[in-house]
Each structure stands twice: as C-alpha cells, then as structure tokens.
C-alpha cells in the first residue's frame, strides 16, 4: 500500500517529460556536425564533451524510468529500504550510453578504450540481468575477472613491480586486484541516493585534473564524459528531502567502478617519484579502498566470513554509509560526510603529485590518520547511540 504521507512517484515525476525532451534535444544539438567542429576549432572539446555527455545522461533518465516500471527492473520497498514505492533500477543505463556517446561521438576510440568499453558494457549487461533475476555472486565475479583480462590482455597494466617474469605476474595481479576491488567497492557504495554517482563524478574530477596536468588530453576526455555523465543522472538519483526517483543499479554501479578503475590503470600519474605515482590513485580512491579494508578486517576477526566464498556472498549493513549513518543518524549527512572526505583526500593527492618524497610519505600519513579519526569517531558515536 502506497503511505499517502508522501507524494506519490507519478506526482513528482510529472517534470520528467518536459526534462525528457531538453535534454534529448541538446544532445541532437550537438550531435550535429557544424556544432561540434565549432568547439573543436574553438579549442573547446572539453566543454563538448561535458556537455554531450550530460546532454544524453539527462535526457534519457526519464526513459529509463519509464522503461524500469514497463520491464519490472524496480527495487521493491522493505523494511530495510528508504523508498516507499517500487523504484526503478535500470539508471545505469542511461549513464552508461551518455558516457558511451560522448566518446564515439569524439572518436575517443584508441585500442585501450575499447577493451575498456567492451568489458564495461558486459558487465553492464550482467548487472542489468542480475537486478532482474538476482544471479549468483560467483556469475558477477567471473564476468568482472574476465573483463579485467581484456583490459590487461590490451596492455594496460600497473608496473609497481620492476620488470621480469616474477615482477610481471605481480604486475598482473595486482593490476587484476585493483580492478576487480574498485568495482566491488563501488558497487557496495550504491546504498544510498546519490551516493556512488557523486563519488564517481568526485573521482573522475581528481582524475581529469591529473590527466591535464600531466598532458594526458584523452584520459582528461574520458573523465570528463564521465563527469557530464554523472551530473546528467544525480538530480534524479538524489533528493535532499525525498527518496530519489530512480537508482543506478548493479548494472550502472558495476560499469562506474569498472571504467574508473581501468582509466586509474591507464593513467601515467607522475614521472619523477614512484611514490608519487603509486599513491596518487590510492588517495583519489581512498574512501573505496579504506571501507573495502574495513569491512574485510571486520568480518574476518569477528569470524562472520570464513571463505572467499562466504566473503562474496555475505550481504551486510556494516559499510562505511551505513556506519556514518548511524553514528550521525542521517541518510543525507552520511552521504555529505563521504563527499567531504572523498574531496580531502582528492586534493591531498593534488598537493601530493608536486611533493618530494618525504612530502609524500606525510601526506599519506595524513591521510591514514584522517581515516582513523573517522574509524574512531563513527565507533564513538554509534556506541552512545546504542
């Protein structure tokens, strides 16, 4: 039964037709060859790419929930959930195709991108059938171990490990750790409204900052589709009052994370200082990596995972929003909480691509501490609310 306290889904979706259309007839706009040779000779192919992308993005949402209600891919309110009528999780989609346009579009298309592309659009599509019919763990991680071998098959590998066969299996390994763990991070942060699309959008602005800094003209396209991108779906997926009014889905969160991850691989973050270079991706995405270690940690010492499988199986409120969230007792601040400190340590990285190396190292040390304080606070503040 629909609670009559709130307005109904149709009742605040009546601006989707009209946003519908804007945003569709911006993207035709552009799309149309004379405009997008003005940008280019204008040197203005960032600010296309911004736009096209957030153009698709915002205009397509409003098919999608539609096309959500129609299909039956909606997440069913519970007891657990902060929504109070069926929601459509199919966003993703419309996220991923105007991330996807704006690089065609661009002809953004070099042998390492379309590995990228490929692999992200299955796991796309394995995300979209497990929000259908809920596919076993071990389906997902086969898909995401997979695509992450296309990317490193195409040569886009870390090297922290000197060369050598030795340093090149870890190389490897470590490059199919960082993706396969960035996209599950990424996917468990989607519990909240807005959460995992403002991360995103937060991540690949510290990312395109880097890219053009550093000269890297297409890794600073790619992050810019995917900024235009997330903006383009955000104001649907999150309301300040309101539960939004669509969600990403595995489908959308996997992509994210996946994409992001890969163009981290790709990225040439410093030349000067290994240390540099090493913990610029690990700041920018450290709020990923600090809850993917905490909840690891946790539910190995408190023995409630004692398998990998039981570890890829286990489904649990105990992340970094959820913890927040009961220690400030909002949905919203915890989100705002994670936006903040997700900021910090992006310009920490900032200040840290120009530090020698004893900068560097106080810079991360920094930084772990900053996680710390959040660790002991959150533990503080839950315990006196229990």
Known sequence: MTDTRHPTAAGRARWLTPAAVVGLAGATLLLA?????????????????????????????????RL????????????????????PRIGGLALYLGFVVAVVANSILVDWMIAILVSGSLLLVVGLLDDKWELP????LSAQVGGAGLVIYSGKVLTLFPSGLPGDVANILLTLLWIVGITNAFNFFDGMDGLATGLAILIACFMGLVAFDTNQPYLGWLALAMIGAGIGFFPYNFSVRRPGLIFLGDGGSTFLGFTLACLAVKGNWADHNPIVSFSNPLLIFGVLIYDMIHI??????TKKVRTVKEWIDFVGQDHLHHRLERALGSRQASVGMIFVLTICLGLAAMVLRHADTADAVMLLAQAVLILLMITILERGRGSLRE
């Open 137 to 140: 763990a071990w389906v997902k």
């Open 296 to 301: 690891t940690v946790e539910r190995v010492l």
């Open 68 to 87: 959500g209600h129609r299909l039956g891919l909606v997440d069913q309110p519970g007891e657990r959930k902060i929504h109070w009528e069926p929601t």
């Open 33 to 65: 060859t004379p405009v997008r040779d003005l940008f280019v000779s204008e040197g203005l192919r960032w600010l296309y790419i911004l736009m096209l992308s957030f153009a698709v993005s915002f205009g397509l949402t409003p098919i999608m929930f």
